[in-house]
């Protein structure tokens, strides 16, 4: 058996202690392809932001096993703001702070091409020298996709990452998505509200909340469902 | 008297020394701290380091700066750092209230409890808007040569933690997904803030400080649309702007700090017509 990139073990979420979501067990192979589902307030970005260690677990552990400086990150995009002075270049590049050590001032020659090859990865290469922020939205997010590539040698982390794209954009999207965890074997873990492509493309997906009341009278069931997508999808089947 | 005549004069020398190498200083930690959204917080830092130059004068230290800096730096920290973490207060408010209460308490401090005669009101005057002519701007020898190594340090810490100065700026959140430690350079960079203000404070006055941190920034943005220019434009623009400032105080016996202040005004207004008029015919 393939050697799990991420371990989750009775892992409870919430804020300042409080936990809003209890108990929650799962556990992907690298390369995996794990979309996090479910209704607003269900708990999806607290569990995301768990995930990428913005946010302490209230209990239970979470396991990496490839270092986090390894792991690339895709925020929501209203974390980043609007009318700040950065080219898309200064932006990706940014990415590559996460591999060198604190003391070196400037970027080796490894990183410069992982900069180059990230950028030729998510088509970007032709707005290099644009601004950040007079870019559309659909350019946006492969640039900061082009980031998180930078500094992930094994997983991408996303937090709903096309909010707010027109439908041809977040098709687009999607597609890189696809194209980079089926030839870089690169794990993505993925908030979305799309549970149409989600069903589409991951191979696992965690719902959040929304089981079916009789199965949560017995003890042990727990208000999500975990599973490959083919048995998300047959589970839909039936109910 | 001439440009070269007021030139040989010492303390003309001083001043525009003291003046280019603060704005340097202070247009580097500007863009950072607009960008964060703490442009008012230079303004309300430079009243902390009013109140901590007020102490320093009631209880008579010949070194003012061992006390004004330590309490300017820890109001920095207070509030960058931790700002955001108690949420009882918010950031705006405390910020206000820090603005506000220190210039208050500095005043009532000077004036009650100064033992040492002389003009309270000149001196309080020339702490917050610093000389009304060039012979009372506060720049002496010795912390000309404090201002001038605290510029190399701060140059070259700005060189050599530049992209990680850039990446704490733009997307905190990130860094620390990705396993890095952005509290670590938030601290640099707060630490460096209350030395210059602490610093720009005490040589050029609190308003000329404040101004030093926002117009030049905000003129490189009108400029420049890439991190890397924006510094560079900030720091220049403020670099040209301050012995222009200086010069055309002396040449019309003007006061030199408001002077260098009104140069910036116009640079900001100037600029951003420019950027307007460019966006419309390109």
Same mark, same amino acid.
């Given at each position: 058996?393939?050697?799990?990139?991420?371990?989750?073990?009775?892992?409870?979420?919430?804020?300042?202690?409080?936990?809003?979501?209890?108990?929650?067990?799962?556990?992907?192979?690298?390369?995996?392809?794990?979309?996090?589902?479910?209704?607003?307030?269900?708990?999806?970005?607290?569990?995301?932001?768990?995930?990428?260690?913005?946010?302490?677990?209230?209990?239970?552990?979470?396991?990496?096993?490839?270092?986090? +400086? !390894?792991?690339?990150?895709?925020? $929501? /995009?209203?974390?980043?703001?609007?009318?700040?002075?950065? #080219? &898309? =270049?200064?932006?990706?590049?940014?990415?590559?702070?996460?591999?060198?050590?604190?003391?070196?001032?400037?970027?080796?020659?490894?990183?410069?091409?992982?900069?180059?090859?990230?950028?030729?990865?998510?088509?970007?290469?032709?707005?290099?020298?644009?601004?950040? +922020? !007079?870019?559309?939205?659909?350019? $946006? /997010?492969?640039?900061?996709?082009?980031?998180?590539?930078? #500094? &992930? =040698?094994?997983?991408?982390?996303?937090?709903?990452?096309?909010?707010?794209?027109?439908?041809?954009?977040?098709?687009?999207?999607?597609?890189?998505?696809?194209?980079?965890?089926?030839?870089?074997?690169?794990?993505?873990?993925?908030?979305?509200?799309?549970?149409?492509?989600?069903?589409?493309?991951?191979?696992?997906?965690?719902?959040?909340?929304?089981?079916?009341?009789?199965?949560?009278?017995?003890?042990?069931?727990?208000?999500?469902?975990?599973?490959?997508?083919?048995?998300?999808?047959?589970?839909?089947?039936?109910? | 008297?001439?440009?070269?005549?007021?030139?040989?004069?010492?303390?003309?020398?001083?001043?525009?020394?003291?003046?280019?190498?603060?704005?340097?200083?202070?247009?580097?930690?500007?863009?950072?701290?607009?960008?964060?959204?703490?442009?008012?917080?230079?303004?309300?830092?430079?009243?902390?380091?009013?109140?901590?130059?007020?102490?320093?004068?009631?209880?008579?230290?010949?070194?003012?700066?061992?006390?004004?800096?330590?309490?300017?730096?820890?109001?920095?920290?207070?509030?960058?750092?931790?700002?955001?973490?108690?949420?009882?207060?918010?950031?705006?408010?405390?910020?206000?209230?820090?603005?506000?209460?220190?210039?208050?308490?500095?005043?009532?401090?000077?004036?009650?409890?100064?033992?040492?005669?002389?003009?309270?009101?000149?001196?309080?005057?020339?702490?917050?808007?610093?000389?009304?002519?060039?012979?009372?701007?506060?720049?002496?020898?010795?912390?000309?040569?404090?201002?001038?190594?605290?510029?190399?340090?701060?140059?070259?810490?700005?060189?050599?933690?530049?992209?990680?100065?850039?990446?704490?700026?733009?997307?905190?959140?990130?860094?620390?997904?990705?396993?890095?430690?952005?509290?670590?350079?938030?601290?640099?960079?707060?630490?460096?803030?209350?030395?210059?203000?602490?610093?720009?404070?005490?040589?050029?006055?609190?308003?000329?400080?404040?101004?030093?941190?926002?117009?030049?920034?905000?003129?490189?943005?009108?400029?420049?649309?890439?991190?890397?220019?924006?510094?560079?434009?900030?720091?220049?623009?403020?670099?040209?702007?301050?012995?222009?400032?200086?010069?055309?105080?002396?040449?019309?016996?003007?006061?030199?700090?408001?002077?260098?202040?009104?140069?910036?005004?116009?640079?900001?207004?100037?600029?951003?017509?420019?950027?307007?008029?460019?966006?419309?015919?390109?």
């Amino acid at each position: 058996m393939i050697k799990p990139i991420l371990e989750v073990t009775d892992l409870c979420i919430g804020y300042d202690g409080k936990s809003i979501l209890d108990d929650i067990c799962f556990s992907i192979a690298d390369g995996s392809y794990l979309c996090i589902i479910g209704e607003n307030g269900a708990g999806k970005s607290t569990l995301l932001k768990t995930i990428s260690g913005l946010l302490k677990p209230v209990y239970g552990t979470m396991q990496f096993n490839v270092h986090r +400086r !390894e792991i690339g990150y895709l925020p $929501q /995009q209203a974390t980043i703001r609007n009318d700040f002075p950065a #080219s &898309a =270049k200064e932006v990706i590049s940014s990415g590559a702070l996460s591999r060198g050590k604190w003391y070196r001032p400037f970027f080796s020659k490894e990183d410069k091409e992982r900069i180059v090859w990230a950028s030729e990865k998510t088509g970007v290469t032709s707005f290099l020298g644009h601004c950040f +922020r !007079e870019l559309s939205g659909g350019q $946006q /997010q492969r640039v900061l996709l082009a980031r998180a590539l930078v #500094s &992930a =040698k094994n997983a991408v982390i996303l937090d709903e990452p096309t909010a707010g794209l027109d439908p041809e954009a977040t098709k687009e999207f999607y597609e890189l998505l696809l194209k980079i965890n089926r030839d870089e074997k690169i794990t993505i873990i993925m908030v979305t509200h799309d549970t149409e492509s989600a069903e589409k493309h991951a191979t696992h997906i965690l719902e959040l909340g929304g089981q079916d009341p009789e199965d949560l009278e017995e003890e042990d069931n727990d208000n999500y469902f975990f599973g490959t997508s083919d048995a998300y999808v047959e589970r839909g089947r039936l109910q | 008297m001439s440009i070269p005549e007021l030139l040989s004069f010492p303390f003309t020398q001083y001043a525009l020394i003291a003046s280019i190498l603060m704005a340097i200083c202070a247009s580097l930690i500007g863009v950072p701290l607009v960008l964060k959204r703490y442009s008012f917080m230079g303004f309300g830092l430079s009243n902390v380091a009013f109140m901590g130059m007020a102490f320093a004068l009631v209880i008579d230290m010949t070194n003012s700066m061992a006390l004004v800096m330590p309490l300017t730096v820890l109001a920095t920290i207070l509030l960058v750092g931790f700002g955001n973490r108690f949420k009882k207060i918010s950031g705006d408010a405390s910020l206000a209230m820090l603005t506000v209460g220190s210039l208050a308490v500095g005043h009532f401090v000077i004036n009650t409890f100064s033992i040492r005669g002389g003009n309270i009101d000149r001196a309080v005057s020339e702490t917050l808007f610093g000389g009304t002519r060039l012979v009372t701007l506060n720049a002496r020898p010795q912390e000309v040569w404090l201002a001038l190594i605290i510029t190399v340090v701060v140059v070259v810490l700005y060189i050599f933690f530049y992209r990680r100065i850039f990446a704490v700026t733009f997307d905190t959140e990130f860094m620390q997904a990705t396993g890095q430690h952005p509290i670590a350079y938030e601290l640099l960079l707060s630490v460096i803030t209350g030395v210059v203000i602490a610093l720009s404070m005490s040589l050029l006055g609190s308003l000329l400080t404040a101004s030093l941190i926002i117009f030049p920034a905000l003129s490189a943005m009108q400029l420049s649309k890439t991190y890397k220019g924006v510094m560079f434009s900030a720091v220049i623009v403020a670099v040209v702007c301050s012995p222009v400032g200086i010069f055309t105080a002396l040449l019309y016996e003007l006061p030199p700090t408001t002077t260098i202040i009104m140069v910036n005004i116009a640079a900001f207004v100037f600029l951003t017509a420019i950027g307007k008029l460019r966006r419309l015919f390109v």
